[in-house]
């Protein structure tokens, strides 16, 4: 994600911003920049890679030596990391530069008025439309430009600016997208987050949406979008910083769970417009997709449960054959592939070294190949014919949370569009897909809300030894990403099994006071699933049942049971998925492993 720091005061601006970016780097990033006042004009030092490139080219900040700057840590959304599409980004005469976290929806729509204006794009961001769009409102006032640019944005931003016209201000705003104001004497600061620039000052102005600041060493003045001067109370924090890192949180898994409400947002809010599903990066027509006799899903890890629960989906939807491998085998299995074939791959770090083998393979037999990853310009990204990004933002725990859901979204987003193009769907059916899709990220914050029965039942159960996770049809696909990331953070050994293969195996293990975790979301199925829960109980098991609200008349067959909201059948795994990943992370946690990095594993694993 990236992450701002902005300086107005006495002192040199760019080792402060080097600094404070420093700070943000567990946020993750691939490029880094920052703006400095050099005299009267603007000077900018950009570049892709790691800060220690910026740190060089700037020799610790001494060749920028102004007083009033902003910086950046850059991961890449729209555009690959490079030093051109790298922040700041600066309007045709150079006179604005800005530094921008979020993105932009409607970028495309302003971009294409600015080129019809003669305005000339440098960079693929969507951040430039934002300095380009400064310059064309600015008639001398700064503040009246920026509030205009503000009420012409649609999305998520935080953004910082600087005008060679006035070296004395610097000015800031934030919609969806963190960003606080530091003070300190005769001199303030803007912030993607408190940790950052804790070294410097402990009091800060949180920023609501479309609060409007305006920089200067004496003071800061906070506008509303009427220009209307607005007063804020002060807030003074002694945090520790390693746990400020982490939004408050011990961990970053947690944290990343707790972020899942926003990133389905900014994974699906921008594929819908006017209720329809727009996947701009998606070229594939409707002849095309009539073409593919079959769909193959590759993927290692979790985005291999991903690729479980698209496997049902896109059945369901499309009617076409879908089948689904681990990299790992896929590779190695001669798959029978040619050009009528659809290859989708799944991979958060979008480097994989199986998958992206996988991926070549598919490519080496004529398949088309489309991949759904959340690092821009990643090597699997690259190699595809389509992309479709998840915006999940960098994960950090190696247990995947949030990427392993913008995922989810992703599948329902492409199963939902695919089916339209082929004419699967009525458009009642269409319109409610879409609605359900709309709904979801507010359905997974209310799952997110009973954390503390999940807490209460693992301070219960965490010194089990063996762990089941049962479940039919999309329950199973959860139940496969439950016992993973149960293996994963706590050690504890578990076993994903078909509820209704039970009877052809696991069940000889059953007996007094195991513990089985049954999912239990699907409508038509659940008759069937609650016969295998009466299966292990009368075995001497303890069941813990997970469902929707409207199955809660299951309470009485289970010896515990958690509800999360109901949504339509294919999207339920989105919520079931939350309290299974609580439930791992207050296991861990109980037991006193290392969550965020599990022995022997690693976030990416680029070897084979
Ligand atoms: C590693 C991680 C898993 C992840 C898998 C696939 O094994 O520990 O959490 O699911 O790689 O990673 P990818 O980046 O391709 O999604």
Known sequence: MCGIVGYIGGDQAAPILLSGLEKLEYRGYDSAGMAVYTGDSLQIAKSKGRLQVLHDLVDGGKKLPGSVGIGHTRWATHGKPSDINSHPQVSKSGKFAVVHNGIIENYQEIKQKLIQKDVNFVSETDTEVVAQLLEYYYKGDILDAFIKVISRLQGSYALGILCVDDPEKLYAVRKDSPLVVGLGEHENYVASDIPSILNFTRDFYRLKDNEVVELTRQGVKIFNMEKEPIEKELVHVDWDLSVAEKGGYEHFMFKEIMEQP????????????????????????????????????????????????????????????????????????????????????????????????????????????????????????????????????PEIAVATTKAYSTQLAVVYLLAIYMADLLGKLSAEEYDEYVRELQALPDKVEQALQNKEDIQYFASKHFSAKDIFFIGRNLDYAISMEGSLKLKEISYIHSEAYAAGELKHGTISLMEEGTLVVAIATHQQLLEKMMSNVIEVRSRGALVLGLTTEDNGQIEKDVDFLFTVPSACEIMRPSLAVIPLQLFSYYMASMKGCDIDKPRNLAKSVTVE
């Open 262 to 393: 926003k990133a389905l947002r900014d994974t699906i809010s921008p594929r819908i417009k006017d209720g329809r599903i727009v996947l701009d990066d998606v070229t594939l027509t409707a002849e095309q997709l009539k073409q593919f006799n079959r769909i193959s899903i590759v993927a290692c890890g979790s985005a291999y449960h991903v690729g479980v629960v698209a496997k049902y989906v896109i059945e369901k939807l499309t009617r076409i054959p879908v089948e689904v491998d681990v990299a790992s085998e896929f590779r190695y299995r001669q798959p029978i592939l040619d050009s009528n074939s659809l290859v989708i791959v799944i991979s958060q770090s979008g480097e994989t070294a199986d998958t992206l083998a996988a991926l070549r393979e598919s490519k080496r037999l004529g398949a088309r190949v489309l991949s759904i990853v959340n690092v821009v310009g990643s090597s699997i990204a690259n190699d595809s014919d389509d992309v479709l990004y998840t915006w999940a933002g």
